[in-house]
């Protein structure tokens, strides 16, 4: 289960994190981490874009608790650096 970051400082930014699964979505690759901030689209209110170690983070979706990050293409690390678009915020 993703520990989502946004619940305990809504304010927050940027991030580190673990890469823990990685995936395809559609045609584009996701990875889940073991914590984030990014929110994902839930109860009307749209997800968080901003990328990950330089990646477009394009979508973000929860599935059974983990948080599935949908990428413009693909990451290489197993430990990221994430920035949340705080304007789009």
Known sequence: MTVKLYWRDP???AFDAKVMARGELQ???TVVL????FYATSGG???DTGVLDGVPVIDVLEVDGD?????AG???GDV????IDWERR
């Open 11 to 13: 304010y927050q930014r």
């Open 34 to 37: 073991d914590q984030t901030a």
């Open 67 to 71: 948080v599935v990050h949908v990428l």
């Open 45 to 47: 209110q749209p997800n």
């Open 74 to 76: 693909p990451l290489t």
């Open 80 to 83: 990221v650096h994430g920035e």
């Open 27 to 29: 045609g584009r690759p």
